[in-house]
C-alpha cells in the first residue's frame, strides 16, 4: 500500500461519515417515495368505529390514516480503536501525537506503555463532533497501521488520554490501590 493512503486527517474520515449519513437518508427518503405508501393505504378498508353506544358506526377512509413520513437516520457514530504515538514531523522536528489504527511496533511497546484508546466520530445532519476517549478491549489490530492526524486541541486531548491512562495503569497506581484494601 502506498505511504501516502496509510495517512489521513481526522476532518476526511468526519466529512466521509457526514456524506455518507446524508445518503442513507436520501435512500431511506427515495425508497419510502418509490413504494408510494399512499397508494397503499388507498387500496386498504375504512376504519369502523362506534363512538357510544347506540350511535350509528363511523368510518375514516384509509388514505386519511396516510402519514407522509419516512425513516431517517438521527445520527451515525463510528468508533476506531487503536493507539497513541508520538513523532517527529518536518525540518524543525516538530513533534506531534498521531492516532494509529493498529499495534505499534513491539520495539515502541518496548520503550512505552500504549493503552488501547477509542477516536469516535459522530454526524448528525451536517454536524460533525470528533472525541478521544478510553477504549475498554481491543480487538485484531490492522497490519496496515493507518495513521489519523487529528488538529491541535484534539492532539492535545489525545495526548491527556494517553497519559491518564498509562497513569491509571502503571505499577505505582496499581500498588497504591492494593494497600488500601
Not at 67 to 74: D, I, K, S, T, V
Not at 88 to 93: S, T
Request: glycine share 6%; hydrophobic share 45%.
Amino acid at each position: 500500500m502506498p505511504r501516502s493512503t496509510m495517512t489521513c486527517c481526522a476532518d476526511w474520515v468526519g466529512g466521509l461519515l457526514d456524506a455518507a449519513h446524508a445518503a442513507a437518508n436520501g435512500a431511506l427518503d427515495d425508497l419510502a417515495r418509490r413504494r408510494r405508501p399512499e397508494a397503499l393505504c388507498a387500496a386498504r378498508a375504512p376504519f369502523v368505529y362506534a363512538s357510544e353506544r347506540g350511535r350509528p358506526r363511523e368510518a375514516i377512509p384509509a388514505e386519511r390514516l396516510h402519514r407522509p413520513y419516512a425513516l431517517a437516520l438521527a445520527e451515525v457514530e463510528l468508533t476506531l480503536r487503536g493507539y497513541c504515538i508520538m513523532r517527529d514531523v518536518g525540518w524543525e522536528r516538530r513533534r506531534e501525537a498521531v492516532f494509529v489504527v493498529g499495534r505499534p511496533p513491539l520495539w515502541r511497546r518496548l520503550l512505552r506503555r500504549a493503552p488501547p484508546l477509542s477516536l469516535r466520530f459522530g454526524a448528525d445532519g451536517g454536524a460533525v463532533s470528533i472525541a478521544v476517549g478510553t477504549a475498554r478491549r481491543h480487538g485484531r489490530p490492522d497490519p496496515w497501521r493507518r495513521h489519523i492526524l487529528l488538529a491541535p486541541d484534539l492532539q492535545a486531548d489525545l495526548l491527556r488520554t494517553h497519559r491518564r491512562q498509562i497513569a491509571t495503569h502503571s505499577i505505582r497506581s496499581r500498588f497504591a490501590a492494593w494497600m488500601r484494601t
